[in-house]
C-alpha cells in the first residue's frame, strides 16, 4: 500500500469523491442490480479506509509501522469439534471420525491486521449494519476465536442500523441498543467493539449517495474512530 498510512485529510476526501460518484457509477452498471452495486461499492470503501485508519491509531499511539501488516484476506479452518462428534449416533460417529479432516469451516472477515506477523486485530467493514447482519458478525468472530483467543474484534461501519447510541460517534456513554446487546450477550467471548463513522440511524429511504441525503465524515468522528482502535491496539504497542 503505497504512502502508508494515508493522512486524516485523504482519508475525508476519498469518502468524499467515492460518495458522491456511487450513484453514477451504479447507474451505468446496467448488467447488475442498482442496489447491489451501491452496496458493494459502500462496502469496498469502508474497506478501502479501514488499513489507513488503522495505521494511523498504531502510529499515533506510538506503534513501529514495521511491525504492522495487512496480510492477503484468507481463509481460516475451523475444525469440527470432537465433543460433538462423541455425541453423535455411532453409525455417524464413526463415519465422520474416519473423515475429521474434511470437517471443517472457513472463517475470514474483512481486514485481517497482524503485528509481527501474528493476527492482532480482527476487522468486518460495513456501509451501515443492522442486527440481522450483526448476528453473523458474531458468529464469524466466535470461530475465529476458537483458533485465536487473544483476537481483538472490531467492527468499522459508515451508517448504523442497530438502534441506540451506535448513530451517535461521539456519545459518552455509547450504551448502544437492548436488541445488540442481546445479541452480544450470546458471544461474550467476542468483546465485539463497534465503531461508527457518521452520525444519525441509517434511513433506507435517505441513502447518503444522494446528493440531498449526503452525510460528512466530520473529522471528530474521524479522531474518535482512530483513538478508539488505537486503544484496542495498545496491548500489542
Given at each position: 500500500m503505497p504512502d502508508f498510512p494515508a493522512t486524516r485529510r485523504e482519508i475525508i476526501r476519498s469518502y468524499n469523491l467515492l460518495v458522491a460518484g456511487i450513484d453514477d457509477r451504479a447507474t451505468?452498471?446496467?448488467?447488475?442490480?442498482?442496489?447491489?452495486?451501491?452496496?458493494?461499492?459502500?462496502?469496498?470503501?469502508?474497506?478501502s479506509i479501514a488499513p489507513h485508519i488503522i495505521g494511523l491509531a498504531w502510529q499515533e499511539h506510538g506503534g513501529d509501522l514495521e511491525r504492522l501488516s495487512f496480510g492477503d484476506v484468507k481463509t481460516y479452518r475451523i475444525p469440527?469439534?470432537?465433543?460433538?462428534?462423541?455425541?453423535?449416533?455411532?453409525?455417524?460417529r464413526q463415519y465422520v471420525e474416519a473423515r475429521m479432516h474434511e470437517y471443517v469451516y472457513r472463517a475470514?472477515?474483512?481486514?485481517?491486521?497482524?503485528?509481527?506477523?501474528?493476527?492482532?486485530?480482527?476487522?468486518?467493514?460495513?456501509?451501515?449494519?443492522?442486527?440481522?447482519?450483526?448476528?453473523?458478525?458474531?458468529?464469524d468472530f466466535r470461530l475465529l476465536k476458537s483458533i485465536h483467543p487473544d483476537l481483538i474484534c472490531c467492527l468499522l461501519q459508515l451508517e448504523?442500523?442497530?438502534?441506540?447510541?451506535?448513530?451517535m460517534p461521539l456519545?459518552?456513554?455509547?450504551?448502544?441498543?437492548?436488541?445488540?446487546?442481546?445479541?452480544?450477550?450470546?458471544?461474550p467471548e467476542v468483546?465485539?467493539?463497534?465503531?461508527?463513522?457518521?452520525?444519525?440511524?441509517?434511513?433506507?429511504?435517505?441513502?447518503?449517495?444522494?446528493?440531498?441525503?449526503?452525510?460528512?465524515?466530520?473529522?471528530a468522528h474521524l479522531d474518535h474512530a482512530i483513538d478508539q482502535i488505537g486503544a484496542l491496539l495498545e496491548v500489542h504497542i
Open positions: 451505468a452498471e446496467r448488467g447488475r442490480a442498482y442496489g447491489g452495486v451501491i452496496r458493494a461499492a459502500k462496502g469496498k470503501l469502508v474497506e469440527i469439534q470432537q465433543d460433538y462428534v462423541e455425541r453423535l449416533p455411532e453409525d455417524v475470514q472477515v474483512d481486514v485481517h491486521v497482524f503485528v509481527e506477523g501474528s493476527f492482532a486485530l480482527g476487522m468486518e467493514c460495513k456501509a451501515y449494519t443492522e442486527n440481522a447482519m450483526l448476528k453473523r458478525i458474531l458468529v448504523s442500523q442497530l438502534g441506540g447510541e451506535y448513530s456519545a459518552s456513554p455509547q450504551i448502544g441498543s437492548t436488541r445488540s446487546h442481546t445479541l452480544m450477550s450470546y458471544f468483546g465485539l467493539d463497534v465503531i461508527t463513522l457518521l452520525e444519525g440511524e441509517r434511513r433506507v429511504d435517505q441513502p447518503i449517495h444522494h446528493a440531498d441525503h449526503f452525510k460528512e465524515l466530520v473529522p
